[in-house]
């Protein structure tokens, strides 16, 4: 399957670059990518796929880290049930859950813009399997999207603390993220 997109974001504040690729055909959408930063003090590599059904809900996702000496594994499913595993173990906590949202890459932002199908002043509030970075670990996240305009949204997370406009492309895909991530290339 070829990709339907490439994007090469930058996050110029930590540093970091990411290349993503979007693939769309008729059984699967999927993201897979490479994120370049620092981790605490090292050099770290962090390498992902994310799938989703047709609806754009999450249905599995795998996350390989490299940073110094290192390196960790997530291979994460989700069931039509809602039950949530990480490495075969059930993550009860996340039972239900619709999204993942990778704290390093603005990627999975895309998944609920896709599956929320929001109009002009809309908004929609869930929570999401959030991969919090750097801490890398698994939490739940309150989360808000409201369409401004066509292609902006404001996003926001922990009840308000946090919030950013996102802008996105022809494919409701990120390619603006607040002042943090920026798309600098696409094809």
């Known amino acids: 399957m070829q990709p339907r997109r490439t994007i090469l974001w ?65 291979d994460v499913t989700v069931n039509s049930d809602g039950t949530w595993t990480c490495n075969g173990v059930v993550m009860d906590e996340l039972h239900g859950l619709v999204d993942i949202d990778l704290g390093f890459s603005p990627c999975t932002n895309t998944l609920p813009i896709r599956r929320l199908h929001l109009e002009e002043g809309e908004h929609a509030s869930f929570t999401a399997a959030w991969l919090r970075f750097p801490e890398l670990r698994f939490e739940r996240l309150d989360q808000q999207y409201t369409r401004l305009t066509g292609q902006r949204y404001r996003y926001e997370s922990g009840r308000g603390r946090f919030t950013a406009e996102l802008e996105v492309d022809d494919l409701g895909i990120v390619t603006t993220y607040g002042d943090f991530w920026r798309r600098r290339s696409a094809g």
């Open 10 to 74: 930058e996050f110029p504040k930590l540093p970091a670059l990411e290349i993503s690729r979007f693939f769309e055909d008729k059984t699967e959408k999927k993201f897979e990518g490479v994120v370049l930063t620092v981790l605490t003090t090292a050099p770290a590599e962090l390498r992902y796929t994310v799938t989703v059904d047709d609806n754009w809900r999450t249905r599995k996702a795998v996350v390989d880290l490299r940073s110094g000496n290192r390196t960790d594994h997530w």
